[in-house]
């Protein structure tokens, strides 16, 4: 049994923690705001972002952070991506050497362009910093439906232990030296939901959302190795699997958001309706940023940028991206 405190009471984080209780574990789940832990307290659940999800009364539920941090053998850190950063930085005083942390926020920090484990380290150099990704919706997890994850790691013996932490007979976690791969995969499916959840919105069908699924993971795929990542990472679960279902299900929260925006909603109105972070628009500035710095074409997320920020008609964008240069589909193929 290990002792684990979880970092942010969300819909993933209380799902989370919840499947490591399930597996036999000493779970402290933390939240910032006092109103979330007064009604996890009271109700044992969370009734807006994880109904039917009942939480037993012996997990530990707090918002006192040095209560969920020190001495715990594992930290989950569960908080939206814009605030990973003054989390970690919170956290600095209580987390001990070689303290075991494991990244599940999906996103690109603005502005440094840094991923999420790099933000982390330079905040926590102290600690050991996993990262953890796949095609992964809290809302099933939290029912036991089965699911399939990987852990990343940059020795084997952290990857293996969180494996063994994480891992039941409705949570199956692969491992991965990979770990810059599996955190770009992670934060630019979100972008590409988004550009899918437009096309849904401006009532386009299956094809279209097939192209966007096929030609974003080879956007994300053409950063991702510029940058070291693996080819073989992104056709893996934190790559084409996180953005198959991320841009097909309606629990994605980028693709909802997606929705509105092809309706016409601009993104502030959108994550309004939505009612929870879109981690999508944050990334999508970033993976700009990136891409220039990399000299890597990224069309389709040029294009989300362009509807996001600029004030382009989604339609429009898409005509562009349909009436692009004539290409090869693999610049890898010839002829004789």
Same mark, same amino acid.
């Given at each position: 049994?290990?002792?684990?405190?979880?970092?942010g009471a969300g819909s993933w984080g209380t799902a989370l923690a919840y499947l490591l209780y399930q597996n036999g574990h000493d779970v402290t789940l933390w939240s910032i705001v006092e109103a979330e832990v007064e009604l996890l307290t009271t109700k044992r659940e969370n009734p807006d972002k994880l109904p039917g999800v009942k939480l037993p009364d012996s997990m530990v539920i707090t918002s006192d952070l040095q209560e969920a941090v020190s001495g715990k053998d594992v930290l989950v850190?569960?908080?939206?991506?814009?605030?990973?950063?003054?989390?970690?930085?919170?956290?600095? +005083?209580?987390? *001990?050497?070689?303290?075991?942390? $494991?990244?599940? &926020?999906? /996103? #690109?920090? =603005? @502005?440094?362009?840094?991923?999420?484990?790099?933000?982390?380290?330079?905040?926590?150099?102290?600690?050991?910093?996993?990262?953890?990704?796949?095609?992964?919706?809290?809302?099933?997890?939290?029912?036991?439906?089965?699911?399939?994850?990987?852990?990343?790691?940059?020795?084997?013996?952290?990857?293996?232990?969180?494996?063994?932490?994480?891992?039941?007979?409705?949570?199956?976690?692969?491992?991965?030296?990979?770990?810059?791969?599996? +955190?770009?995969? *992670?934060?630019?499916?979100?972008? $590409?939901?988004? &550009?899918? /959840? #437009?096309? =849904? @919105?401006?009532?386009?069908?299956?094809?279209?959302?097939?192209?966007?699924?096929?030609?974003?993971?080879?956007?994300?795929?053409?950063?991702?190795?510029?940058?070291?990542?693996?080819?073989?990472?992104?056709?893996?679960?934190?790559?084409?699997?996180?953005?198959?279902?991320?841009?097909?299900?309606?629990?994605?929260?980028?693709?909802?958001?997606?929705?509105?925006?092809?309706?016409?909603?601009?993104?502030?109105?959108?994550?309004? +309706?939505?009612?929870?972070?879109?981690?999508?628009?944050?990334?999508?500035?970033?993976? #700009?940023?990136?891409?220039?710095?990399?000299?890597?074409?990224?069309?389709?997320?040029?294009?989300?940028?362009?509807?996001?920020?600029?004030?382009?008609?989604?339609?429009?964008?898409?005509?562009?991206?349909?009436?692009?240069?004539?290409?090869?589909?693999?610049?890898?193929?010839?002829?004789?």
């Amino acid at each position: 049994m290990a002792s684990i405190g979880v970092i942010g009471a969300g819909s993933w984080g209380t799902a989370l923690a919840y499947l490591l209780y399930q597996n036999g574990h000493d779970v402290t789940l933390w939240s910032i705001v006092e109103a979330e832990v007064e009604l996890l307290t009271t109700k044992r659940e969370n009734p807006d972002k994880l109904p039917g999800v009942k939480l037993p009364d012996s997990m530990v539920i707090t918002s006192d952070l040095q209560e969920a941090v020190s001495g715990k053998d594992v930290l989950v850190l569960a908080v939206p991506s814009l605030f990973v950063r003054s989390t970690a930085c919170k956290m600095k +005083e209580y987390v *001990g050497k070689g303290q075991i942390i $494991v990244n599940v &926020a999906k /996103g #690109i920090e =603005d @502005g440094t362009l840094h991923t999420l484990s790099q933000v982390i380290g330079s905040e926590l150099p102290q600690a050991e910093i996993a990262v953890m990704s796949g095609p992964s919706h809290a809302e099933e997890v939290g029912q036991g439906i089965p699911t399939t994850i990987v852990v990343g790691a940059r020795n084997r013996e952290t990857a293996e232990y969180l494996q063994n932490i994480f891992m039941s007979n409705v949570f199956r976690v692969y491992t991965s030296p990979d770990v810059l791969g599996i +955190e770009l995969g *992670g934060a630019l499916k979100n972008v $590409v939901a988004l &550009a899918a /959840g #437009i096309a =849904d @919105g401006l009532g386009y069908g299956d094809n279209t959302k097939a192209a966007l699924i096929t030609r974003g993971i080879t956007e994300i795929a053409r950063l991702g190795m510029a940058m070291g990542g693996k080819l073989e990472t992104f056709s893996g679960l934190s790559g084409i699997g996180d953005l198959i279902v991320t841009c097909a299900s309606m629990h994605s929260r980028n693709r909802r958001a997606g929705i509105l925006i092809g309706k016409g909603y601009s993104y502030e109105e959108a994550m309004k +309706e939505v009612n929870m972070v879109v981690e999508g628009v944050y990334s999508a500035k970033a993976a #700009i940023g990136l891409a220039e710095k990399y000299q890597v074409q990224i069309p389709i997320i040029e294009q989300v940028n362009e509807v996001l920020f600029h004030g382009k008609k989604a339609d429009e964008a898409v005509k562009d991206l349909m009436l692009r240069d004539k290409k090869l589909e693999n610049s890898d193929t010839s002829w004789e």
